[in-house]
């Protein structure tokens, strides 16, 4: 069965210093992981997805995230941390059943950003 | 661009009631899932719908029942409501064969008093 861990509940960073949030990944196949962001009372924004090609992923808002196979890992990071970032992040991975890609998601990791 | 549509955004039930959650998908995306959120919890699959069709079913109970209609639109029905069906549920779509993300509407707040 597909399933993805993020390690920290809540991650603390300076405005201005690099961020990375943690994911890792157990799948039977190749895996395709996805990140998304959570406001307050607001739905889940893509951020970023790993299918295939190139480990370094880059997506919205300045965030990438490198694909490891051998660590099973898909970490989310972002050079230079900005107080907007400040929300919940999701990693998930696509749940193979007969080919519809419903995601499971990691508990979620709390970003806050310090001004 | 147009992005996934919700309602009701908040709902408040009393227990036992009936509830009927609104989802409008994407134009042109194909494919509907629902996922529940309770307080300070992941996201949980609960079922989804291509072409129509039930194409998958996750931890749905079976008190709730949804569809998808002929505009592609789909409905959570949810009835004999509990106190911890208190959730925030999200309608997501994408588009079959696609590049694989779904795309979230902003949800719905069910409040079970």
């Known amino acids: 069965a597909q399933s993805v861990a993020q390690p920290e509940d809540q991650v603390n960073v300076a405005e201005g210093n690099p961020l990375t949030v943690k994911c890792t990944y157990s799948v039977s196949g190749n895996p395709y992981l996805f990140w998304y962001v959570q406001y307050p009372n607001r739905g889940l924004q893509f951020l970023l997805k790993y299918i295939t090609g190139d480990n370094l992923v880059k997506g919205s808002y300045g965030f990438e995230a490198e694909f490891n196979k051998s660590q099973t890992s898909f970490h989310l990071k972002k050079p230079s941390a900005l107080v907007s970032d400040s929300a919940l992040y999701f990693c998930?991975?696509?749940?193979?059943?007969?080919?519809?890609?419903?995601?499971?998601f990691g508990a979620g990791t709390r970003l806050a950003v310090h001004p | 661009a147009a992005g996934v549509i919700q309602s009701p955004r908040h709902l408040i039930k009393e227990k036992r009631e009936t509830a009927t959650l609104k989802c409008y998908p994407i134009?042109?995306?194909?494919?509907v899932y629902w996922y529940q959120q309770g307080p300070g919890q992941d996201p949980q699959f609960l079922i989804s719908?291509?072409?129509?069709?039930?194409?998958d079913k996750g931890s749905i109970p079976d008190r709730f029942s949804a569809q998808q209609f002929s505009d592609y639109h789909s409905e959570l029905n949810m009835s004999s409501l509990e106190l911890g069906d208190s959730a925030l549920y999200f309608c997501?779509?994408?588009?079959?064969?696609?590049?694989?993300?779904?795309?979230f509407g902003p949800g719905t707040r069910l409040t079970v008093t």
């Open positions: 719908f291509y072409e129509k069709m039930q194409s």
């Open positions: 998930a991975v696509r749940g193979f059943s007969g080919g519809y890609n419903k995601l499971i």
């Open positions: 997501a779509s994408s588009v079959q064969g696609g590049t694989y993300e779904q795309y």
């Open positions: 134009p042109r995306h194909d494919t």
